[in-house]
Each structure stands twice: as C-alpha cells, then as structure tokens.
C-alpha cells in the first residue's frame, strides 16, 4: 500500500513538472513571437499607416475571410507547417536560420500557436 502511494504521489509530482515545463514553453513561445513573429504577423496598424501589419494583411487578403489573418487566431496550423515556413520561408516572409530562431524557440512558437488556437476553440 505504501509503495502504490508513494508512486501516485511520483506521478503527480511527474505531472505537475511536465505542466510547468509546457506553461514555459508556452510562455517562451510567446516572447519569441513577439520579438520575431508579431513585427508582421501581429495585431494592429503598420507603420505606414496601413490598418494591419504586411503579413497580417497578406494572409487576410489570400484567405478573403475564410481563415484569419492574424496567427494567433488560426485553429489550422500544425506544428510541423509553422516550422517549416520559417525555416524556409514563404512569399515575402524570408526564412529564418537557427542562428535566429533556435529549434528550442521555433518549438516554442508551435506551442504557443498552438495553445492560441486551443483557446479559441474552448
């Protein structure tokens, strides 16, 4: 009895650790998007005066309202696509080398995008 109490208690531990390091994850995600993404994928007017930012603005006007603009709206983006657009780029968006965007930050921004549109669909 105590051996089965003391594993509950491991795998709880075991759980709550995983949680936290996903919450942090997911919070670097954040930062990285911000810092790298946002500058064209966010909310908001450009610096030009436009009413969106170039990259939100170009998928609002390739999707013509079927799919959002903005990333952190999307429910349609699966890790491995984010991925592989800004490794290689797509359009306009140049790519990104691991010089700029780490392979532990590129993770980090599928998880946050990830858990944006998680959110959305709750």
């Known amino acids: 009895m105590k051996l089965a109490r003391l594993v509950g208690v491991l795998l709880a531990a075991a759980c709550a650790t995983a949680a936290l390091a996903q919450t942090n994850t997911i919070e670097r995600g954040k930062q990285v998007f911000a810092h790298w993404c946002a500058p064209c994928h966010g909310s908001g007017r450009g610096d030009d ?20 603009g903005l990333l952190e709206e999307r429910t349609d983006l699966p890790p491995e696509l984010i991925k592989a657009f800004v490794r290689t780029g797509v359009a ?24 944006t549109a998680t959110e959305r669909q709750r």
């Open 49 to 68: 005066g436009a009413p969106m930012l170039p990259g939100t603005h170009a998928l609002t006007l390739k999707y013509r309202g079927q799919k959002p």
């Open 92 to 115: 306009s968006m140049p790519p990104f080398r691991k010089t700029e965007v780490s392979d532990a930050d590129l993770e980090a921004i599928a998880a946050y995008l990830a858990e």
